[in-house]
Nanobody, 122 residues
Framework: QVQLVESGGGLVQAGGSLRLSCAAS????????MGWFRQAPGKERDFVAG????????YYADSVKGRFTISRDNAKNTVYLQMNSLKPEDTAVYYC???????????????WGKGTLVTVSS
């Protein structure tokens, strides 16, 4: 089992920044891609960003391209999501997940964190 714990969420004004972290523990997540997903109230869980195990390849939803950056530090078993120029529509619970592939497909992610709430005020 891999345990994932997100942190770094909170309340921020539009235009501001937040950095989310996801720490992995337990059975090593070695070889896993990591992804960030989000779910707004009343909506489905959507892909936000993904990163391969090596960190060499990243993917982003169109809605966050140019504003969000995903990165990972495998020595620390941690993946990050730097979020800049935040908008009210970015308000959601953000989840990190681990699994094979490229981190983009929620159906392929084997492990999920419990999420961290990001609220962007206008």
């Amino acid at each position: 089992q891999v345990q994932l714990v997100e942190s770094g969420g909170g309340l921020v004004q539009a235009g501001g920044s937040l950095r989310l972290s996801c720490a992995a523990s337990g059975r090593t997540s070695s070889g896993y891609a990591m992804g960030w997903f989000r779910q707004a109230p009343g909506k489905e869980r959507d892909f936000v960003a993904g990163i391969t195990w090596t960190g060499l390849v990243t993917y982003y939803a169109d809605s966050v391209k140019g504003r969000f950056t995903i990165s990972r530090d495998n020595a620390k078993n941690t993946v990050y999501l730097q979020m800049n120029s935040l908008k009210p529509e970015d308000t959601a619970v953000y989840y990190c997940a681990a699994g094979p592939g490229d981190g983009r497909s929620p159906g392929r992610m084997n492990y999920w964190g419990k999420g961290t709430l990001v609220t962007v005020s206008s």
